[in-house]
């Protein structure tokens, strides 16, 4: 018996095309015109530009499953999107309502005691203090001038704002008229603010208070860093935090977060979403390929998530069509189906596809069956879908020692006639090539390839058999990708 996945029998008929300006059963047409695809429609993303697919009147009738949950106007979004700080529900944002998350009140500051030599006043107020005195809670964005006696002028800025429970700046200092301080300006320079996709960044006045980090920070001031949940340091970094100097410059750079690679999902764990049970991919980096035929989509071939934006897979998977429009990826989803929505799946649509110059398919023996696929957005990093790890340095053909073993997660054809429904994962040796060759049926030999190792088994009557692609190989076809990916 013999399993190969890199070498397959694709049927060579040409792909179904939808006529997409006449906008046919499996479209939606928006209020502009535009055609979408029926899987759009209300998913809390609007891709019509005028929004008519996430309207109130076109999502109204829509159901959801338990396993999703259902926005105020009626789109079906991640069963984990409440109250997670981010809307999903573009039509009306109900995901984040403070109704449903119980959002706290609104940060407060402290009006501060009367400063030496001067005071303040509460601008929008008839009175000093709005009626209130030292000490009384304001509501965020309050605004204070300060000013001196007289005799006294002010050192810095007059003004400061409540931000994040805190004024900034904090209030100035009044010298003696003839009285001038070198270090005023230094005193009051201000460091750049902290925003960062990658990063959990939390930041502290020099009194300890925290204030905004997408605000510029006063001298002094201290911002605590770490890499979001599924993200890792590039390199390990001895500095806790960042701290303010008198120059207006942060201490240090930011470090940078990459996506954690090549963490699988403990085996046979079962996840509850939403108060549903699901199972999740052992290995998140793998995608199922689909493309669209007699009018829906069908699963293709497997491909590897190896960057957020590229996904590996065998360049003889488009044999039917180049056309990126033709296909979408399927990450993260446990079964094969895509009509069956996986709780942790993401569905994106792809670029662009790029095919080794040398690859001829039957031509050439199917030599350098290799393929990297660009997609249009890059996909969300979580427990369930990560990249592999690829480091374009090493030198990976130490790894293939005969015995070594590796895993690969698909959706074959193991012991029937069909595809299997649900994912399932094999643990297999490499195989020395020399024997490798010995034992491969006459009809595949010409097959394998110098740029190919074989992993696998041969015991008596059986052999199971799969060719893989060298490393090396993948190395060279990203190369020419490494400075816009890597």
């Not at 995901?95 to 449903?100: M, T």
């Not at 052992?282 to 497997?302: A, M, R, S, T």
């Not at 003889?316 to 799946?345: L, V």
Request: aromatic share 10%.
């Amino acid at each position: 018996m013999f399993i190969s996945v890199t070498v397959s029998s694709i049927a060579e008929n040409s792909v179904s095309r939808v006529k997409r300006k006449d906008c046919g059963p499996q479209y939606f047409r928006c209020q502009n015109g535009k055609c979408i695809r029926n899987f759009k429609v209300c998913d809390g993303a609007a891709d019509c530009s005028d929004k008519s697919d996430e309207s109130k009147v076109t999502c109204k009738s829509r159901l959801c499953s338990s396993a999703f949950f259902r926005c105020a106007y009626g789109a079906c979004v991640d069963g984990n999107a409440a109250c997670d700080g981010t809307i999903q529900c573009e039509g009306d944002g109900s995901d984040e309502a403070p109704e449903l998350c119980g959002t706290s009140p609104a940060p407060m500051c402290t009006l501060p005691p009367k400063h030496k030599n001067g005071g303040y006043k509460v601008l929008g107020c008839d009175s000093q203090f709005c009626g209130f005195g030292p000490g009384a809670q304001v509501p965020s964005a309050t605004q204070l001038q300060f000013f001196c006696d007289e005799g006294y002028h002010i050192n810095g800025p007059n003004d400061s704002y409540c931000l994040d429970e805190a004024f900034t700046p904090p209030p100035p200092v009044c010298e003696k008229n003839g009285e001038y301080s070198t270090s005023s300006t230094l005193h009051y320079a201000q460091c750049p603010p902290l925003v960062y996709d990658l990063l959990d960044i939390k930041c502290y006045s020099t009194f300890g208070q925290k204030i905004a980090c997408n605000k510029p920070m006063s001298v002094g001031s201290k911002a605590n860093l770490a890499c979001k949940s599924n993200y890792v340091k590039t390199k390990e970094l001895n500095y806790p935090a960042l701290t303010c100097t008198d120059s207006g410059t942060w201490d240090n750079q930011p470090f940078t977060c990459v996506p954690e690679c090549g963490k699988s999902v403990p085996k046979h764990r079962t996840y509850v979403v939403n108060g549903e049970p699901v199972s999740a991919v052992e290995f998140p980096w793998h995608v199922g390929i689909y493309i669209y035929e007699n009018g829906k989509f069908d699963q293709l071939c497997g491909g590897t998530i190896i960057k957020r934006k590229l996904v590996l897979t065998a360049a003889h998977c488009f044999t039917q069509s180049t056309n990126p429009k033709d296909y979408m990826i399927g990450a993260g989803k446990y079964h094969r189906g895509w009509d069956i929505k996986d709780p942790m799946e993401q569905r994106l649509e792809v670029e662009s596809i790029v095919i080794k110059d040398t690859y001829q398919g039957s031509f050439r023996n199917y030599a350098d069956d290799i393929a990297i696929i660009v997609l249009k957005t890059e996909i969300t990093i979580s427990d369930f879908v990560r990249p592999a790890c690829v480091d374009l340095e090493s030198k990976y053909d130490k790894q293939l020692i005969n015995g070594n073993t590796g895993s690969i997660a698909h959706w074959g054809y193991v012991d029937r006639p069909s595809p299997n429904d649900e994912i399932l994962t094999s643990i297999l040796p490499v195989f020395e090539s020399m024997q490798c060759n010995e034992v491969l049926p006459v009809t595949f030999k010409p097959f394998f390839t110098s740029d190919k190792f074989c992993a696998g088994y041969a015991n008596g009557e059986c052999f199971k058999m799969v060719i893989h692609l060298h490393l090396k190989e993948i190395v060279n076809m990203l190369l020419p990708l490494k400075k816009n990916f890597f």
